[in-house]
């Protein structure tokens, strides 16, 4: 079971803030370091304001040195396939190929509206998140010496010359999300990682039957399909810990326990077992209160060992 650090930096951290955050991940052991790709607090005033995911990855390439980088996930409006195919491969370059590209359709309409991005209706986005897929993939993967064309109803390339190109052979692209019918179809089709964030297990085990069934009529092994779960983080060696992180992130230990990855260490592993059974062999583990470098150490110690 890989364990990884997610921050919503959104919320209000600058980049020294999620440095630290980085390198303590880094240090205590785990598998990566991941962020959200938004521009707009979900709550709170967000201070002191946002931060780009893929700017701040640029520079986390050359603060650390083992840990894994990437998004969860960054928004198809954000940015020109083209363009994003250029900042992935130079941070993969920078970071010595740990660059993992998680992509979504984009969700949230007020920080497109804050900031000045086009919200197209829901159809639209997974159409352009359907032709980014097909291009980022295509110009990742045209040979050194020749060019990539690609016409869609959305985005038109002519002649491009692919580059430049990821330190890794295959930049891993994670898809994920609820939907029945187009995200696990593209998932089997363009993915390396599935991912259904905040759900139960009974919702996880569902999603990865869709994937595996669409990997199926694709006619891919879905066995090399990398099936993971997101949830928020809240542990504490007792009752008191448990409840002083919870408080600090403005949530109650019942709920937490309900629908995150909340209680003891034992707990804790508990919960974890269960998604596991279901397929899932990689956490994303939400971590809110970014000043909490103890929480990092606890699960490191306490949790991994177990799993």
């Known amino acids: 079971m890989d364990l990884r650090i997610f921050t919503e930096p959104q919320q209000g951290a600058s980049y020294e803030t999620l440095r630290r955050v980085a390198v303590a991940s880094e240090e205590a052991g785990y598998d990566a370091f991941f962020r959200s790709d938004h521009y707009l607090t979900m709550g709170g005033d967000g201070l002191p304001g946002p931060t780009d995911a893929w700017t701040t990855l640029a520079a986390l390439a050359r603060d650390t040195s083992r840990v894994r980088l990437g998004t969860l996930v960054t928004s198809a409006t954000f940015r020109h396939p083209g363009v994003l195919a250029i900042q992935v491969a130079q941070v993969d370059e920078m970071s010595g190929g740990r660059v993992e590209l998680g992509l979504g359709t984009g969700w949230y309409e007020q920080e497109h509206a804050a900031y000045g991005i086009p919200f197209p209706p829901l159809k639209e986005r ?20 020749e060019t990539y064309d690609f016409t869609g109803e959305h985005y038109e390339i002519k002649g491009s010359p692919a580059l430049p190109k990821p330190a890794q052979q295959r930049v891993p692209i994670i898809v994920g999300g609820g939907g029945k019918k187009r995200t696990p179809a593209l998932a089997a089709r363009y993915a390396t990682e599935f991912n259904l964030p905040f759900a139960s297990v009974e919702d996880n085990a569902a999603a990865i039957a869709r994937v595996r069934a669409a ?14 779960a997101a949830l928020v983080l809240c542990c504490g060696r007792d009752e008191a810990e448990v409840t002083r992180r919870a408080q600090a992130i403005g949530r109650e230990p019942a709920e937490l326990r ?33 000043s909490d470098l103890e929480h990092l150490d606890l699960v490191a110690q306490e949790v991994r060992p177990q799993l």
């Open 215 to 228: 990997c199926a009529e694709q006619g891919r092994d879905a066995d090399e399909l990398t099936c993971s």
């Open 258 to 290: 309900e629908h995150g990855l909340a209680g003891t260490p034992a707990e804790v592993v508990d919960t974890i077992g269960r998604y596991a059974e279901v397929g899932i062999t990689r956490f994303y583990l939400q971590v809110m209160d970014l």
């Open 126 to 145: 997974f159409d352009r998140f359907a032709e980014q897929l097909e291009i980022l993939t295509g110009l990742w993967g045209t040979p050194v010496g």
